[in-house]
Nanobody, 126 residues
Framework: QVQLVESGGGSVQPGGSLRLSCAASGFAVGNYAIGWFRQAPGKEREGVAC????????NYVDDVKGRFTISRDNAKSTVYLQMNSLQAEDTAVYYC???????????????????WGQGTQVTVSS
């Protein structure tokens, strides 16, 4: 039974920071590629960041490079997204997701991911 539960969202002013958590159960998080995605009103879901199995590589969408960092804590079965220097354009529902195939390099295409969490809202505004 694969489950992913996001938390850590909230409302923050521009320039602020949030750390999102994705608690996983039913699988070993270190063996799978896991990604963070976001969807803003009126926009399609887009990949934000991902980490490959065994944390061999990471990938970020251009808009968040240098501001966001994805990481794993395999012992806690948790994946994090540290978000710094948040901007209004970062406002969205953020989802974590995992691929269903072992030991894959990650990519930012939502269609490659098989299991999804329920999402957590991030709002950046003055």
């Amino acid at each position: 039974q694969v489950q992913l539960v996001e938390s850590g969202g909230g409302s923050v002013q521009p320039g602020g920071s949030l750390r999102l958590s994705c608690a996983a159960s039913g699988f070993a998080v270190g063996n799978y590629a896991i990604g963070w995605f976001r969807q803003a009103p009126g926009k399609e879901r887009e990949g934000v960041a991902c980490v490959s199995s065994m944390s061999s590589s990471t990938n970020y969408v251009d808009d968040v490079k240098g501001r966001f960092t994805i990481s794993r804590d395999n012992a806690k079965s948790t994946v994090y997204l540290q978000m710094n220097s948040l901007q209004a354009e970062d406002t969205a529902v953020y989802y974590c997701a995992t691929e269903g195939t072992l030991f894959k390099l990650c990519e930012l295409r939502p269609k490659e991911y098989d299991y999804w969490g329920q999402g957590t809202q991030v709002t950046v505004s003055s």
